[in-house]
């Protein structure tokens, strides 16, 4: 019913720069919260990155002063800017959005995304 499609991803060496892109789409009634996590090979997934629909954020202390997440609630898409991108930002990156689903009762949703992979390598 709710469906994300992500994109950005790719190969960059350290110290460059990415952007990642999911946008929401299906029978949404409302979002609470959008957020980036990411699993490195032999790792959990992990919260990078979380913002609500009132524009509160936070971060991971690891990507905190080199990444910024913002969204664009008319187009109920979320966006992570990552800039100075280290090796061990290598990963497999998802979108995860929350929120509320069309018709009423309005049941809660929860939907991931298929993940994009970052490489940061030189």
């Known amino acids: 019913q709710v469906q994300l499609v992500e994109s950005g991803g790719g190969l960059v060496q350290p110290g460059g720069s990415l952007r990642l892109s999911c946008a929401a789409s299906g029978s949404i009634f409302g979002i609470r919260a959008m957020g980036w996590y990411r699993q490195a090979p032999g790792n959990e997934r992990e919260l990078v990155a979380r913002?609500?629909?009132?524009?509160?954020?936070n971060y991971a202390g690891s990507v905190k002063d080199r990444f910024t997440i913002s969204r664009d609630n008319a187009k109920n898409t979320v966006y992570l800017q990552m800039n100075g991108l280290k090796p061990e930002d290598t990963a497999v990156y998802y979108c995860?959005?929350?929120?509320?689903?069309?018709?009423?009762?309005?049941?809660?949703?929860?939907?991931w995304g298929q993940g994009t992979q970052v490489t940061v390598s030189s």
């Open positions: 913002i609500t629909s009132g524009g509160n954020t």
């Open positions: 995860n959005v929350d929120g509320t689903l069309l018709p009423p009762p309005h049941p809660d949703f929860s939907s």
